[in-house]
């Protein structure tokens, strides 16, 4: 089986090769070409900008795959410019949307199925994704291929940790960091929210299981664990696995918005929400489908990777900003910490997003570098 990824490097799709690969399935990415290091060396590598058609169109030229997966496309426009040149590659188009389109609040606890009203106007992001399903639908009338839309939740691996509120991935050792040092992390409405985090191993196993099925064909599924959880609990067991005494700072919803404005719409549109899934649907189509790594197990994965890892890569603009928030709560003693291996302008960089302004303080950073 012939499967071409559209991104093929991110978090959600990292596993996804490694278990089509393991199945005996001929694997290519597109993409720029920006961050292909780690791609398998079984990986047909084809590079192509996917915001200029053109591009696509030339590095395609005379071939063809069973089965096509969108990481890619966010709104409506990427979505229609891509389709209308690869529906005529591919038998299957996957189109990866988000679990976060879905209608819900802070005090519903109903589980939510795909037919669940849509969309969740809160945030943006919601809205582009559900304005991109639409499109596929309707594009794909008179087409020679068939859609599945793919809508996972909140997704992680071995080195991005499932917090509401965290860093770029790559810089998720700055959490394990501020956590030993004994600096104070901090949840929101008492950590009360239910969500729910899918390893993207078990993820995989899903996507992978939707190939040419016929079930999955003009469909869509949500692909969201069993494991379901309280935000608290989910700090909670990294202090656990971490072997540390919780220090954990419960704030107002508005105190985060107004100190993070860069995370208002993520918070708001999502992580004060409830997030419990029926997986009714996505289990019909793959029968053998089993969630198997629980929060507890995951978490550990993620601890074990980095006390692994030679790379150490901090993120001290987001270390620097929840101490500037914290300490405008009260919290007291919050300074620089110079975590393993930092580089040498860790402490500039710190120092710069703890006392400017957030504008004024990119505009200095960014001069400075």
């Given amino acids: 089986m012939r499967i071409l990824l559209l991104g093929g490097t991110g978090t959600l799709s990292s596993d996804i090769m490694k278990l089509s690969l393991e199945k005996g399935y001929d694997v290519s990415i597109l993409n720029r070409g920006n961050n292909n290091e780690r791609v398998d060396n079984r990986v047909s590598i084809h590079k192509a900008n996917l915001y200029n058609i053109e591009t696509v169109i030339q590095t395609l030229e005379g071939k063809s795959y069973e089965v096509i997966i969108d990481f890619f496309s966010r709104t409506a426009e990427n979505i229609e410019r891509l389709y209308s040149v690869l529906s005529n590659k591919c038998i299957q188009y996957i189109f990866i949307s988000s679990a976060c389109v879905y209608c819900r609040d802070s005090e519903d606890k109903t589980f939510i199925t795909e037919q669940t009203r849509k969309p969740n106007i809160l945030w943006q992001y919601n809205i582009q994704k559900y304005e991109a399903e639409q499109i596929l639908i309707t594009a794909n009338r008179g087409s020679g291929c068939y859609y599945t839309i793919v809508r996972p939740y909140i997704t992680y691996n071995d080195i991005r940790i499932p917090l509401g509120i965290a860093p770029a991935h790559k810089y998720h050792r700055t959490i394990i960091e501020r956590i030993v040092s004994g600096k104070p992390m901090f949840i929101w409405n008492g950590g009360n929210n239910y969500c729910t985090l899918t390893h993207t191993i078990d993820f995989a196993e899903a996507v992978v299981g939707l190939f040419l099925n ?27 696995i971490l072997n540390q005494t919780p220090n954990i700072v419960d704030l107002p919803v508005e105190k985060i918005v ?47 990777q980095y006390r692994a890892e030679l790379n150490f890569y901090y993120d001290f603009k987001f270390d620097a900003r929840i101490d500037r928030m914290l300490s405008s709560c009260g919290v007291k003693k919050l300074c620089f910490i110079p975590y393993t291996k930092c580089t040498s302008n860790a402490k500039v960089q710190y120092f710069i997003f703890r006392y400017l302004p957030l504008k004024l303080a990119n505009k200095v950073w960014s001069f400075l570098k």
Avoid: M
């Avoid at 708001?268 to 997986?279: P, Q, V």
């Fill in 214 to 240: 016929e079930k999955a064909q003009n469909e869509d599924f949500h692909i969201t664990s069993d494991y379901n959880y309280r935000w608290r609990d989910v700090i909670l067991a990294l202090y656990k």
């Fill in 258 to 304: 107004n100190c993070l404005p860069e995370y208002k719409n993520e918070l708001l549109g999502d992580r004060c929400l409830n997030a419990l899934f029926d997986n009714s649907k996505i289990k019909a189509a793959v029968p053998n489908l089993i969630f198997k790594i629980s929060l507890e197990e995951g978490l550990k994965r993620v601890v074990d």
